[in-house]
């Protein structure tokens, strides 16, 4: 079965597979990456099997989730993009998250471009939004250089700050 959803240059995007769980155990359950996600906790290996069954749903219900980007050279699954709607919100949110040692090498910025470029030509999302930790100036980076523009900072319930970056297509989608 071909999952391929798009490549780039050096990159496979694909839909995720049960043999994910390994690689996303250790891109999740790794708590210094983790110190820039949700509550700041590593997941758990029930957590990321559930999580397996989520994103099955959701490639059901909307098509899309979270997908596995694998290096095109080696085959080796590197780490995880998507869009998705976190607890139901309504605008689609990227989200992404690679194994520490391909960190600062452009893997995340070529894999949102093409991550973008999916969404807006294959899934007619023309709005999509980021959130991030605001010291987290690696992925604000990331989000800049891919096209996003920063907004304002939401107030989460727990008193803390989370930063907002949006991205509108000009192709005209919705």
């Known amino acids: 079965m071909n999952d391929t959803l798009f490549v780039t240059e050096n990159l496979n995007v694909r839909r995720w597979r049960d043999s994910d769980l390994p690689v996303l155990m250790y891109v999740y359950g790794d708590a210094d990456a983790m110190k820039w996600v949700g509550d700041g906790q590593p ?4 957590e990321c099997e559930e999580w397996l ?5 959701n490639y059901e219900t909307r098509g899309y989730g979270m997908f596995a980007v ?10 995880f993009c998507g869009i998705v709607h976190p607890d139901g919100q309504e605008e689609a949110e990227v989200k992404y998250a690679y194994l520490r040692r391909f960190w600062g090498k452009g893997i995340a910025s070529e894999a949102l471009r093409g991550l973008i ?3 807006v030509n294959t899934l ?11 010291q987290n100036h690696a992925s604000h980076r990331v989000l800049s250089n891919a096209g996003f523009c920063r907004k304002e900072l939401r107030r989460n319930d727990d008193g803390t700050d989370t930063q907002v970056f949006e991205y ?3 192709v005209g989608a919705n």
């Open 124 to 134: 007619a999302i023309g709005h999509l939004i980021a959130t991030t930790d605001p």
């Open 168 to 170: 509108e297509s000009d």
């Open 53 to 57: 069954v989520v994103t099955r749903k």
């Open 117 to 119: 470029t999916y969404g």
């Open 43 to 46: 997941i758990s290996q029930s």
């Open 70 to 79: 694998e290096q095109r050279s080696t085959s080796l699954t590197i780490g």
